[in-house]
């Protein structure tokens, strides 16, 4: 086994084992190794052991071909199990000379384990280090409910960091380290990581939101440490979503660790499950990433209307009147509307097309839901937002012509003061009273406030 830092490859580890091809369930004797690049990927380069090369020919072959499941195990010079449980055959060479030879067979993987030993030891210490990506750092921890989450940098942090931003690409920039309460103990490595992991991600989607770049973990390494001796035990590497956004950072960097100390203990199941946090974010993540600015507008609005929808539900307000009430209120208006429309000498088929469009009148509009949820939350919109219509004008704009009728500049202002409005959303349902960058004033540092203009007085 190898450790590197390199620019290339983080981890690389080097076993001999069988690779079974889940297509027909042949198990291939080969000597393989397998590491995890800066950027999360997971490659796996693999040589069969033996000679002729022969038998295994279509199998290999079909499973490139169609793209079968893949899986690796084998073990270390030193030990170590390694168990590659997803991988895909992505090129492999083939030549006979005095016998046939299949080489250079190459191979992506999801995820792998390596497994130092399967027993834990009693009173060890143990520590947690996960790999993040596209985390910038300025002194952070986060004190969990499982312990002190300790983050720093990548050795290679400022050059990483230059192609993150340049480049919009994906890449580890720093470490988290969990050193666990010693009263908190499973019986294995994996109960230890199944345990914390949700944390983890927790943290991750709240730094994500602040810093307007997808975040993710890429590896768990486990280490217990006895009288001084420090050991990995186990390590969990995953593919982390890779997803291009560069840095549209909310909080500013030194304030980022008291960002997330006061964010964490307010990020529950139920806010999502109640108020569609985790989605929107997704969507208002998904917005800054896209090119063109109409289409950042309507990926920002996704965001909004999502929020929109999940407090309708919440609330019961999906409907203006329930069914059974509409539908005898429809009939009565549907006759009414006949009786008018043939008056007129409205063809049949127009006034089907009507009668379509008078059930929507049983929905709220658009306008008076967000409004009606900003006032439910105490948010205000004013300063940012003074018209809601506007920017639902807008979106239906794009969705129907294809572009705004506002010119570049503008249409970029009303996106920039649409995201201000779901930051704003979205800092309120986590109770965050700390200071924000104001992307409408120049990226001014100021103390975030859900109701700036006091629209809603307190009672």
């Known amino acids: 086994m190898g450790t590197g830092l390199s620019r290339g490859s983080y981890v690389e580890y080097d076993a001999k084992g069988t690779m079974r091809c889940l297509g027909d369930g042949t198990e291939i004797p080969v000597h393989f190794r397998c590491s995890q690049h800066l950027d999360g990927t997971i490659a796996v380069s693999a040589e069969i052991e033996g000679k002729d090369h022969s038998r295994y020919f279509l199998t290999v072959q079909k499973s490139f071909q169609e793209s079968l499941r893949v899986e690796l195990v084998g073990e270390t010079e030193d030990g170590k199990t390694i168990t590659i449980d997803e991988a895909r055959i992505t090129s492999c060479s083939s030549h006979f000379a005095a016998e046939f030879t299949l080489s250079d067979i190459r191979l992506l993987a999801l995820q792998f384990d390596v497994k130092g030993r399967t027993t834990m030891s009693e009173g060890a210490t ?7 990506t596209n985390f910038k750092l300025f002194r952070a921890s986060v004190q969990t409910r499982f312990g002190n989450l300790i983050f720093a940098n ?5 050059e990483i960091l230059r192609g993150i931003e340049t480049y919009k690409e994906t890449s580890l920039t720093c470490f988290a380290m969990l050193t666990l309460d010693p009263n908190i103990r499973y019986e294995t490595a994996e109960g230890y990581l199944n345990a914390v992991k949700d944390d983890m991600t927790r943290i991750l989607t709240l730094s994500s939101f602040a810093q307007g770049s997808f975040q993710d973990w890429m590896f768990c390494e486990i280490f217990e440490e006895t009288d001084g001796q420090r050991e990995m035990v186990y390590a969990h590497h995953r593919l982390p979503r890779i997803k291009p956004t560069g840095f549209h950072e909310i909080i500013y960097l030194p304030a980022i660790a008291e960002y997330l100390s006061k964010t964490y203990p307010s990020y529950g199941d139920d806010l999502d499950e109640e108020r569609g946090f985790n989605y929107a974010l997704e969507w208002y993540l998904e917005s800054l990433s896209a090119e063109v600015i109409e289409s950042r507008f309507l990926l920002a609005f996704i965001s909004l209307e999502l929020l929109v929808d999940r407090f309708e539900t919440a ?6 009147l329930d069914k059974r009430d509409f539908e005898q209120f429809f009939e009565r208006l549907q006759k009414k509307a006949k009786e008018i429309l043939e008056e007129m000498g409205v063809e049949p088929d127009k006034r089907g097309a009507i009668y379509s469009g008078l059930r929507g009148a049983n929905r709220y509009s658009t306008e008076s839901s967000l409004q009606l949820m900003l006032t439910h939350y105490k948010i205000g919109h004013k300063d940012v937002v003074s018209n809601l219509n506007e ?3 807008i979106r239906d704009e794009i969705v129907h012509r294809g572009v705004a009728k506002l010119d570049g500049k503008t249409l970029i202002d009303k996106y920039v003061r649409l995201m201000c409005l779901i930051q704003r959303i979205l800092l309120s349902f986590l109770d965050y009273d700390g200071s924000i960058m104001d992307w ?16 809603f007085p307190a009672e």
């Open 126 to 132: 143990l520590t947690l280090r996960f790999g993040i």
């Open 154 to 158: 990548h050795p290679q942090y400022e």
């Open 315 to 320: 609330n019961n307000r999906e409907l203006v």
């Open 391 to 393: 920017i639902i004008s």
């Open 440 to 455: 409408s004033n120049g990226y001014k540092v100021i103390g975030f406030a859900r109701d700036p203009l006091v629209e």
